[in-house]
T-cell receptor
Framework: AQRVTQPEKLLSVFKGAPVELKCNYS??????LFWYVQYSRQRLQLLLR??SRESIKGFTADLNKGETSFHLKKPFAQEEDSAMYYC?????????FGPGTRLSVLP | GAVVSQHPSWVICKSGTSVKIECRSLDFQATTMFWYRQFPKQSLMLMAT?????????EQGVEKDKFLINHASLTLSTLTVTSAHPEDSSFYIC?????????????FGEGSRLTVL
């Protein structure tokens, strides 16, 4: 069955440190993967998608089909990056979200 | 960008009453809408997938008679919590994907907080 895992429930880093939020998926077809972010008291919003291969707010994510991973990375974390991050897999009409990782960037 | 709006944003009701939450796509048509439940500081829990003109598909463990979902048009889906009880108090969120969009992106509503007394 299609599944998305995010092993870290909570990740704390200091400002300026690199950050990596892990995401692994299981899907036999060609995956379409996303990262969504929810800042405090705001709605969920799209951060980036793998097909765009873009960098948003300094974040990048590379799809690694061999490792079935789509880890989110940022070289220098900022306090405003503190939020809940969800990795998501789209297949057909369905979306599967990971359990989320709460990123806390400490001053 | 596309906007999804939920109404009401907060509702307080007495135990045993029913509450309806609306999810509207304001500037696009959505064949598929999703309903989630979110507990404080916890992850999204998908409740059901709502397709326009057909019955919703509920996730395992979600009572379809308790949480009635109607997706009568391409811009509106409703979630009715029937005979609400305090344990139904939660934050309910909907999301929608655009009919013609091929990016697969979901657009989320701002959420509706239900408090059952």
């Amino acid at each position: 069955a299609q599944r998305v895992t995010q092993p870290e429930k909570l990740l704390s880093v200091f400002k300026g440190a690199p950050v990596e939020l892990k995401c692994n998926y299981s899907y036999s077809g060609s995956p379409e993967l996303f990262w969504y972010v929810q800042y405090s008291r705001q709605r969920l919003q799209l951060l980036l998608r793998h097909i765009s291969r873009e960098s948003i707010k300094g974040f990048t994510a590379d799809l690694n089909k061999g490792e079935t991973s789509f880890h989110l990375k940022k070289p220098f974390a900022q306090e405003e990056d503190s939020a809940m991050y969800y990795c998501a897999l789209n297949y057909g009409q369905n979306f599967v979200f990971g359990p989320g990782t709460r990123l806390s960037v400490l001053p | 960008g596309a906007v999804v709006s939920q109404h009401p944003s907060w509702v307080i009701c007495k135990s045993g009453t029913s509450v309806k939450i609306e999810c509207r796509s304001l500037d696009f048509q959505a064949t598929t809408m999703f309903w989630y439940r979110q507990f404080p500081k916890q992850s999204l829990m998908l409740m059901a997938t709502s397709n326009e003109g057909s019955k919703a598909t509920y996730e395992q463990g979600v009572e379809k008679d308790k949480f009635l979902i109607n997706h009568a048009s391409l811009t509106l889906s409703t979630l009715t919590v029937t005979s609400a009880h305090p344990e139904d108090s939660s934050f309910y969120i909907c999301s929608a994907r655009e009919l013609t969009g091929n990016t697969g992106e979901l657009f989320f509503g701002e959420g509706s907080r239900l408090t059952v007394l």
